[in-house]
């Protein structure tokens, strides 16, 4: 199970970078989360920031 949060957590981190267009919840449902709470919890879990926090401090960067 972990191996799969991981792969999402990856897949999540280069659709923030690559479609800003898309909103944080069409990007949940696109990596395979139907709950967008669960989701952001994951995120944070795993980088420390919220997707929307990453994509700003991503964006930011450039």
């Not at 990856?10 to 709470?37: A, E, F, H, K, Q």
């Not at 879990?45 to 991503?58: F, M």
């Amino acid at each position: 199970m972990e191996y799969i949060r991981q792969q999402r957590m990856s897949l999540c981190r280069r659709l923030l970078l690559t479609t800003p267009g898309y909103r944080i919840v069409d990007i949940c449902m696109m990596v395979g989360y139907d709950d967008l709470s669960a989701f952001n919890r994951t995120f944070k879990k795993y980088h420390a920031l919220t997707p929307t926090q990453y994509r700003y401090q991503i964006t930011r960067q450039k």
